[in-house]
């Protein structure tokens, strides 16, 4: 049976400074966002986007990421917990950030880049959309390497199966590293190919929605739920609740008429 590593969550110790894993991933999904987009851009002139908008673009995001993956993990999932601690709020580099919230704050973001820059909403998220996994991958890598978000308990003879110390002696699934196989790198390989090609506006978009949101509430099933709407539900999660809007949106929008 495997154990997970336990690595020291701080990946370089420099005197009072310390630089975590967990900020590394973060680094490492907005660089492949700037790789991926210069190559977008210079092969789909489509989108009209250049180098300087998207760095703008980049900057709007990681606003949005930060701040809304934060409030999201407070308002979303440990309301109390902040509510008596509000001076952890800030604390970003201890880890605790939502996807659900980080994607609203996302969408805020690109609204108002698409209105300085005279973009509609749908060019600017169909842009990014492809660009997004790869970073959400190493989010989770960043989570497990954390040791946190482990999951359920599984049969000891599961291939896969793996005891997180800090929580206890039973094999659980490692649930991180489903969800980045599934968001990350099978959503990327998905949204990279349907792009390829120039799709009607809102479409690229759709299949981040429907993909994301379908992954998302079939790796729930493996990772130990938190609390869910009516509570610690092992029936179904806050993160599968969330995650049903973004299936219905995403297949709203890629079987609607598009107008000519």
Known sequence: MLIHPQFDPVAIHLGPLAIRWYGLMYLAGFIAFLI???????????????????????????????????????????????????????????????????????????????????????????????????????????????????????TADFPLAMIFPQVDSLPRHPSPLYQAAGEGLLLFVLLWWYSAKQRPVGAVSGLFLLGYGVFRFVAEFFREPDAGIFGHSYTISMGQWLSLPMVAAGLYLLTRKIKS
């Open 36 to 154: 991926l987009g210069r190559r977008r851009a210079a092969s789909q002139p489509w989108h009209g986007i250049d180098g300087k908008q998207l760095d703008d673009l980049l900057f709007h995001g990681v606003l949005g990421v930060i701040i809304g993956g934060r409030l999201g993990q407070v308002l979303f999932y440990e309301p109390g917990y902040y509510l008596a601690h509000p001076l952890e709020i800030a604390a970003v580099w201890k880890g605790g950030m939502s996807f659900h919230g980080g994607f609203l704050g996302v969408l805020v973001a690109m609204w108002l880049w698409g209105r300085r820059h005279g973009r509609t909403f749908f060019e600017v998220t169909d842009f990014i959309a492809p660009l997004v996994p790869l970073g959400l991958m190493a989010g989770r890598i960043g989570n497990f390497i954390n040791g946190e978000l482990w999951g359920r308990v599984t």
